[in-house]
C-alpha cells in the first residue's frame, strides 16, 4: 500500500484514487488563467488545517500579493507564518523595496537555481515543511528550455530528499499540448494537467490526470470549478473537449 498525502482539494484526491503517494513531486501544468497558483495554495491551507506545514516559493508573483490572493479564499496564512508552519519563500523581488525587507525568507539572485535551493531548503527545515509549492518553475528555464530538466531534477532532489509531497507549477501557453519544457515532463513524477476550453460559446474548467507513478487513477477529463472558496473537482463529470 503506497503512502498519501490527501490534497484536500474537494474531488481531487477522489480521481486520484486517494491522493498523491507520499514524496511525489508532480507537475501542476496548464495554460494562464487555468487555476495553477489557486490549486496550489489551496494544497498548502489544506495542509496547514491537518498540522502539516507548508512552503510557497514566489517566482511569478510578489510575497504579499501572495498572501493577499490566499485571503480572497480565507485563506489567511498570518497566523501560521508567526508560529513558524509556513513560509513564502520570495525569490520575486531579489531584495528590490521596502516589502522586501520585511521577508524572512528572500532569494538574492532568483535567476540562480542553486541560490533558490539554498534558501527553499532553509524554509523547509525551519518550518518542517511537508508540502512545497513552486510557483512556477518554468520561470527558470522560459528564456533557456535546454536547461529544464536539471532544474526539475534539482529540485525534485530537494524536495523528495527532505519528505515532502510538492507541486511545481508549470506554465504551457494556450495552444500547447505538452506540460511545459523539453524532459521536464519526465522528471516529475506526475502531472495533473488543468485546462479552460471554449465549448459552445462558453469557458470550461476540467483537469485530466496525465501521470501518476505508484498509483492508478482516473482516466477521464473531469469538470471543476472555481469559486471564492476555491476549486471543487467533480469527479462524476467527464468533459468532452470538440476536436
Ligand atoms: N473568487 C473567484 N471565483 C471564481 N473564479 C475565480 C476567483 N478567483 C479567481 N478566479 C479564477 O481563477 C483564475 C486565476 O487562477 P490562477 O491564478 O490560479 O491561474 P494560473 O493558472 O495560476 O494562471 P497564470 O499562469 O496566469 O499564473 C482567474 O482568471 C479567474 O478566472
Ligand atoms: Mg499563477
Redesign the pocket.
Known sequence: MVERVKTGVPGLDEVLNGGIPKRSIILIA??????????GMQYLWNGLQIGEPGVYVAL?EHPVQVRV?MR??NWDVKSYEAKGVFAVVDAFTAGVGEAAKREKYVVKDPTDVGTIVDVVRQAISDTGAQRVVV??VSTLYLTKPSIARSVVLQLKKLLSGMGTTSML?S?VSVTERGFGGPGVEHAADGIVR?DLDEIDGELVRSLIIWKMRGTSHSMKRHLFE???KGIVVYPDKVVKLKT
Open positions: 496548464g495554460g494562464p488563467g487555468t487555476g495553477k497558483s489557486i490549486m511569478e490572493n480572497q479564499f510557483d512556477s507549477i506554465q488543468l472555481i469559486s471564492d
